[in-house]
């Protein structure tokens, strides 16, 4: 399995799947369209893919996909914001 893969199993496979549900919430889905992968510093091949949704002023939650050649992860974080 090669970055390639990788890529494409984020892009292609799980991101059209995560994007069609974030939309549906009818909150803001960042990136908006085409996002980009990165890698990560491990000490296997690892792909990352991070998302976030917005009420449109504030960002309140965040995701992370990552891939690698035996796992598939998801990491989020709930990020609570005061109003003033």
Known sequence: ????????????????????????SNYVCLPESNPETEWEENQKLTRSLTFMLSDGRYVFFKGTLKSTKCLIKLKSWRIYYAYK
């Open 1 to 24: 399995m090669d970055d390639d893969h990788l890529n494409g199993l984020l892009k292609k496979r799980f991101w059209p799947v995560i994007h069609s549900s974030l939309e549906a």
